[in-house]
């Protein structure tokens, strides 16, 4: 492929990226977080495997993973946000939430591409979007909030710098699509 993703791909991405988020949040709630990130993991899988170069693809996830593990092993260590399955050391990120860092960076090339551009609206998405789809998962009965306006507050805060990094970063590791040669 080459320039930006068709609408398919972007519909195909958004669907895929939707259903892996539910089956991850869901299973943690009732337990069974193990199966819920096999189904990420299987999301990212079927990502690799329709990018133009899965390389640069896996190195976005890997380092959303990264930067996801920080960031939510912080919230964790803040004591404002309990779980209820998937994490081995309660100072430290559930692994289902880590790789649901991972499953945003595959929209980041396809369905967020728009974003680009507009790293300074990247930021005020995150601030607002970033709180409201973990707060989502609180109600589905992913995590708990032990102090709510504190959780979301941070979560906005640091959604405002981790969104637009994550943009930034899919500008440098893109493997949907491939750039035009170059005419002499």
Known sequence: ???????????????????????????????FPLPGTAGVVAAIGWHLGMSARP???????????LIGFAFESFTAMRGVVAYPSGQPDPRLA???????WGLLAIA???TMRWLRPRLWLA???????GP?????????????FVDAPSALAGLA?????????????SMRFDGVAVPEPAHA
């Open 1 to 31: 492929m080459t320039g930006r993703p068709t609408r398919p791909m972007q519909v195909a991405n958004l669907v895929v990226f939707q259903l892996a988020w539910f089956a991850a949040v869901l299973g943690a709630a009732h337990g």
């Open 55 to 65: 390389a640069a693809e896996a190195k976005l996830v890997g380092l959303a993973c």
């Open 94 to 100: 559930p692994y289902w939430m880590v790789a649901l």
């Open 108 to 110: 980041l090339n396809v």
């Open 123 to 129: 930021a005020v998405l995150g601030a607002v979007v």
């Open 132 to 144: 409201a789809s973990f707060a989502s998962g609180v109600k589905l009965g992913g995590a708990r």
């Open 157 to 169: 805060c640091a959604w405002a710098v981790a969104l637009p990094l994550l943009v930034w970063l």
